[in-house]
């Protein structure tokens, strides 16, 4: 009996023992994982920056992801595509370092003109892990300071000529 004891708590220990080995091997993993996914983050894998002025007549809208710019200049006009190229994309990413993503929403335009046309209304939109950060309305040349350099590096997109 006390054979049968002694193998069943050895037997029992050695089990418990295995396990432990297989939480610590998936923390591992986890940890990497969620590493992996921050470095990702910080390269902004997955962001998307939209930037739109318009007013009675006038339209701009640029879209850039890492992969591609796209741009359409007027309300009728065709959408026209072009890659990306990684000193853009860097550029943009060290701009963005500048503000927090979740206090987009809350910075007050310096200038509020466009709300009796004297200037088009623009917003800049930035999505990042699908979800939205949408700055408040602001006059077109005119973004709040945490965001002006964004703004400009972002409107020399379709500034360049290929």
């Known amino acids: ?21 297989a939480a610590v091997n998936a923390v591992k993993n986890e940890t990497e994982t969620s590493m992996n996914k921050e470095s990702e983050d910080l390269q902004g894998k997955d962001m998307v920056l939209e930037y739109i002025e318009q007013t009675r007549g006038f339209y701009k809208m640029i879209r850039i992801t890492p992969e591609m710019v796209s741009s359409k200049l007027r309300y009728d006009g065709s959408v026209e595509t072009k890659a990306c190229d990684k000193t853009l994309w860097n550029a ?52 709040h300071e945490k965001l002006a350099g964004l703004v400009n590096t972002i409107l020399t997109a379709i500034d360049k000529k290929d």
């Open 1 to 21: 009996m006390k054979f049968i004891s002694i193998l069943l708590v050895t037997l029992f220990i050695n089990a418990c023992g295995g396990s432990k080995n």
């Open 92 to 143: 943009l990413m060290n701009e963005m370092e500048t503000v927090s993503l979740k206090e987009i929403p809350t910075l007050k335009a310096p200038s509020t003109t466009h709300r009796y046309d004297a200037k088009p209304m623009a917003n800049l939109n930035i999505t990042k892990g699908g979800e939205t950060y949408s700055t408040v309305t602001f006059d077109a040349g005119d973004p």
